[in-house]
């Protein structure tokens, strides 16, 4: 009876526990075939233990280097879509103009379609400019479709600021660009760091659109497709652990930094 | 009040005096700011979807070149001959949709409300596996769901592959290469994206309300039914939205977990594309599922009514 | 206090606020009515209404983040209606302070010397944050403090600039009505101290009147009166002002007859004597009047003891309706036939106990108390805006 009441209690928790668990059980699965040594090409069943692939990560041909163009990507597009963002979150806030209605749907509109209509779409496009396919045509799709998520990070955090803090620049002698640089800037700033790092994440691991748009280049996720028709090398689950293992704690460190701060300030 | 938002007014007293020049050299900024992205938005966003659009209505081939002809019945060849595949991406994407908003509800609900002190860790565990790419992740679901592997096993000695196996979502004693494979991928794949607007809606609602609730003598199920769920309801919107189109798109997980019968219009779309090089059946496939998608979302948010998620 | 830091584009002449004509409206909605106002140089002013009255736009004009729509704000002898307020030697203290929160005590304070590129802020801030007695805190950042003390900051972060006016928009507006009190003082003390003039918004009467030296009080748009908080307060000249600035009763009364320098007024059977030059409407025989008085300068006899008031009193009798026992005074309220809910405030000297509610009395005043406004208003005018 107690065990009953004890459940219904924590029904939703253990729930929430299962969906985690569900969530990262592929990370388990893919740390722990890092380690594995695969008979054959591909890496689905265990075999051995092995740290050979750690040892190596750039032992595949052509690995790392999709590794790096799909970090220049990245780069170049975050950049790109947070400079373009973050202009057109501070147009919609801070004034009134005509086709407002209008551009927020056409920014609406690349979130609420699917990668595949975009992709064909701009290669229908590519195909029609007679433009060669590779790390351009990637990148203008990248920073078109990372644009609308930047766009609605940033738009929060700049609504939720005061107005009066930008008239009290000026008050203070801060003229217009002094005032932007100084102030406004500096407090939209976690809305444009978390767009930028929406924006990084998306370029880095976008599929659909980069396949379609990327003729003869490879990216690190075209990499990981080809290589599932291929033979999955062990390589990619070292690359995608490692991504797992510095993502977290780069969170965790920042965090505690964080909570560091407050408390000494305190 | 800023003076950026109000209209410059006409002076309206007689005694006005007739120098008003007004201080407003930023009539022209937004425009300025709004330029070079709209303008990226409307040259790779807008500006395909027309080529698109006419590509459509082409005929032609490969070597001897397209023209428009309007030839309309590519539409209706289309949609004849891939139909089933059409039907399986709403059905499944429907059925990764609901999945989702099972499991995802009582994350969103532990994380805002019953972490405590574990909350930013939780939300980390939740973000983090962004980070591997989600191709790695998927592959690793061929593992899981191997045959003969232990998850398969227990599910054959429990004769849940019975039962599942007689409404035709997995096929003997196989899980990989079924239907419900590509499912169970797609509610993986795009989990995250209902947690997140579940959560953001569900942190809003002040727990002091459920109190209230229970104060006036609703119980806990009432409470969640009357108060914390409709409160809610922006959250499962929005995760529902960002659920459901990209899993109608998607084909990587009909590709990896699925089989040739499990195929969906993103694996149609894709193979006309860029194998059979037949461009206008490719858009015009690609055009109807941006219709379908687009009027069921409109319908959806309409229903709904949340008008505003940008 | 060193005064050598002159804001740019002004020149150390003159020292008022002129504002001439300015009014500003918003599409069809006028907020602010054309309005004339100077301010003495060195003064307290405060500018005092209900919300929505005009009063922040007025000060917002003169801070340059609102354009008039019409007239001119000047400073000393410069017409100021055309620079930007990063041009203007004023400074303002925001409602809700608007202290930067990305920038810490000290960065907060220093932030408009540094924009006009003066060397050598560090004296200069430390010495501003012991006057605001927050020389300990200057690390800390904005929401670390309370609101006493964030209130201090943003006071010291306008004064270091030395403006030629501090602009002060609800600036105790967020703090408990103990922490205001004591804020009041202290804005007062720092005023003096430093001697530049203040311009004060405000919704409060009564921190009106404690700080300022001279009140406008504001209605609709536009100034109803401007005088010394005293004066407005002992001679209103609408009933808006009567009724904002504390409490009053108004008798409806005719003028019966002129004697010597009084008016002889009838309210349904009493006769009130009043004196003319406190009538601020015509006052020929035959027109209506308001005829007020405040409820703190009567006092209240039992029916029994009527003919032991002077004869010379202005009286009205009535039954007490409610009776209030707050600690220093009694509340009563009368009901007569001139003035059906007529308030008295009578000090805890010697209660008497017959003063319960029923009771026939007779209230009664000195007629240099009595004012006298035009009819055509109504009395219930700002009433129930008093905060």
Redesign the interface.
């Known amino acids: 009876m107690a065990l009953l009441t004890w459940l219904k209690r924590h029904l939703?928790?253990l729930?929430?526990?299962?969906?985690?668990g569900?969530?990262?059980?592929?990370?388990v699965?893919?740390t722990v075939?890092s380690f594995n040594q695969p008979k054959g090409r591909f890496n689905?069943?265990w075999q051995h233990f092995s740290a050979d692939a750690w040892k190596d990560p750039c032992g595949v041909a052509d690995l790392c280097g999709s590794l790096a163009l799909s970090l220049q990507i990245a780069f170049w597009a975050t950049l790109g879509a947070t400079v373009?963002?973050t202009?057109?979150a501070?147009?919609l806030v801070?004034?009134?103009?005509r086709a407002r209605g209008a551009?927020?749907s056409?920014?609406?509109?690349?979130?609420?379609?699917?990668?595949?209509?975009?992709a064909?779409?701009?290669?229908?496009?590519f195909?029609?400019m007679g433009a060669r396919l590779g790390f351009w045509t990637v990148l203008?799709?990248h920073?078109?479709f990372c644009?609308?998520f930047v766009?609605?990070a940033v738009?929060a955090r700049v609504m939720s600021m005061?107005?009066?803090?930008e008239?009290?620049?000026?008050?203070?002698?801060?003229?217009p660009f002094?005032?932007f640089l100084?102030?406004t800037l500096?407090?939209a700033?976690p809305g444009i760091a978390a767009g930028a790092l929406l924006a990084f994440?998306l370029s880095?691991?976008d599929?659909?659109i980069t396949?379609?748009n990327a003729g003869s280049a490879v990216t690190?996720?075209m990499f990981?497709?080809g290589s599932?028709q291929r033979g999955?090398p062990v390589q990619?689950?070292v690359i995608?652990?490692a991504?797992?293992v510095?993502?977290?704690l780069l969170?965790?460190a920042s965090?505690a930094l964080g909570r560091r701060r407050t408390r000494r300030?305190? | 009040m800023t003076t950026t938002l109000t209209e410059a007014p006409p002076p309206l007293s007689p005694t006005a005096p007739e120098r008003t020049p007004p201080r407003r050299r930023g009539r022209l900024t937004p425009y300025w700011l709004l330029l070079p992205g709209i303008l990226w938005l409307v040259l790779f966003f807008l500006l395909p979807m027309v080529y698109q659009a006419s590509t459509s209505v082409q005929t032609g081939s490969l070597e001897q070149g397209y023209e428009v002809t309007w030839h309309f019945a590519t539409y209706w060849d289309a949609l004849s001959a891939y139909a089933p595949q059409f039907l399986r991406s709403v059905v499944y994407a429907a059925a990764a949709t609901v999945l989702c908003l099972l499991l995802g509800y009582p994350l969103a609900y532990l994380i805002a409300f019953r972490a405590g002190r574990w909350r930013n860790l939780i939300m980390v565990l939740v973000i983090a596996p962004f980070f591997t790419s989600f191709l790695i992740r998927t592959l690793a679901w061929k593992t899981i769901l191997a045959d003969g592997g232990p998850l398969v096993g227990a599910l054959n000695t429990l004769h849940v592959l019975d039962v599942t196996g007689w409404l035709g979502w997995t096929a003997g004693d196989r899980v990989l290469a079924t239907p419900l494979a590509v499912v169970c991928g797609l509610t993986y794949n795009f989990l995250p994206f209902m947690v997140l607007p579940l959560y953001t809606s569900l942190e809003r609602i002040d727990p002091r309300l459920h109190e209230a609730s229970g104060d006036l003598y609703a119980r806990p199920s009432t409470t969640f039914r009357k108060v914390t769920f409709p409160l809610s309801m922006p959250g499962v919107v929005s995760g529902t939205l960002l659920t459901f189109i990209p899993a109608t798109g998607d084909y990587v997980n009909a590709d990896l977990l699925g089989s040739t019968d499990t195929r969906m219009v993103g694996n149609v779309i894709q193979t006309q594309f860029l194998r059979v090089l037949d461009y206008p059946t490719a858009a015009a496939l690609s055009f109807i599922l941006m219709a379908a998608i687009l009027l069921m979302v409109t319908v959806y948010i309409r229903r709904s009514g949340t008008e505003d998620l940008v | 206090m060193n005064t050598t830091h002159t804001a740019p584009a002004v020149r150390q002449t003159g020292g008022d606020v002129r504002l001439s004509g300015i009014s500003k409206t918003y599409g069809s909605f006028t907020a602010v009515h054309p309005l004339d106002l100077t301010v003495p140089r060195g003064s307290f002013f405060a500018l005092l209404g209900a919300s929505g009255c005009g009063k922040t736009t007025t000060l917002r004009m003169i801070a340059g983040l609102e354009e008039p729509t019409t007239g001119t704000v000047s400073l000393g002898d410069q017409d100021v209606t055309r620079l930007p307020p990063y041009k203007r030697p004023v400074n303002t203290v925001f409602q809700s302070y608007a202290l930067f929160p990305h920038l810490d005590i000290f960065e907060n304070v220093a932030f408009g010397l540094r924009r006009r590129g003066i060397k050598g802020v560090k004296k200069q801030v430390e010495e501003m944050l012991d006057l605001v007695q927050l020389g300990e805190q200057a690390r800390k950042k904005p929401h670390q403090l309370s609101g006493g003390q964030q209130q201090r900051v943003a006071v010291a972060r306008a004064l270091i600039n030395h403006p030629r006016v501090l602009l002060l928009d609800e600036p105790l507006g967020a703090l408990d009505l103990k922490l205001r009190r004591q804020m009041q003082l202290e804005l007062k003390r720092i005023q003096t101290e430093v001697g530049i003039t203040f311009v004060h918004v405000t919704h409060d009467q009564e921190e009106a009147m404690t700080m300022a030296d001279t009140v406008a009080v504001m209605n609709g748009g536009r100034v109803e009166q401007l005088g010394a908080p005293a004066d407005l307060y002992e001679n209103p000249r609408t009933t808006f002002v009567a009724n904002f600035l504390g409490t009053s009763n108004f008798i409806e009364a005719e003028v019966g007859s002129h004697r010597g320098d009084d008016l002889l007024l009838d309210a349904c059977g009493d006769r009130l004597v009043l004196p003319r030059a406190r009538c601020g409407a015509p006052a020929a025989v035959g027109t209506k009047v308001l005829a007020g008085v405040r409820p703190e300068k009567i006092s209240l006899a039992h029916a029994d003891d009527a003919g032991a008031v002077p004869g010379d009193r202005n009286r009205l009798t009535g039954t007490i309706a409610e009776a209030s026992f707050t600690g220093v005074a009694t509340q009563y309220v009368l009901d007569s036939p001139a003035c059906p809910r007529f308030s008295v405030y009578v000090q805890n000297v010697d209660r008497d106990t017959r003063l319960v509610p029923g009771a026939e009395v007779v209230a009664h005043w000195s007629p240099a108390h009595t004012f006298g406004l035009d009819a055509a208003q109504d009395a219930g005018a700002g009433a129930e805006e008093t905060a």
Do not use: C, H
Not at chain 1, 22 to 27: D, I, K, M, T, V
Not at chain 1, 120 to 125: E, G, K, M, V, W
């Open positions: 939703v928790v729930a929430g526990l299962l969906t985690l569900y969530l990262l059980l592929p990370n699965i893919v075939f689905y069943e373009l963002g202009m057109i501070f147009a801070r004034y009134r103009f551009i927020s056409l920014l609406f509109l690349p979130m609420a379609m699917p990668e595949v209509v975009m064909a779409s701009l290669l229908t496009l195909l029609n203008i799709a920073i078109m644009l609308s766009v609605t738009k005061d107005p009066r803090l008239q009290a620049a000026q008050d203070l002698y801060a003229g002094q005032t100084r102030v500096p407090i700033a994440a880095f691991d599929f659909i396949n379609f690190f996720p990981v497709w599932a999955t990619i689950n995608g652990t991504m797992f510095v993502a977290v969170v965790l965090m300030k305190a």
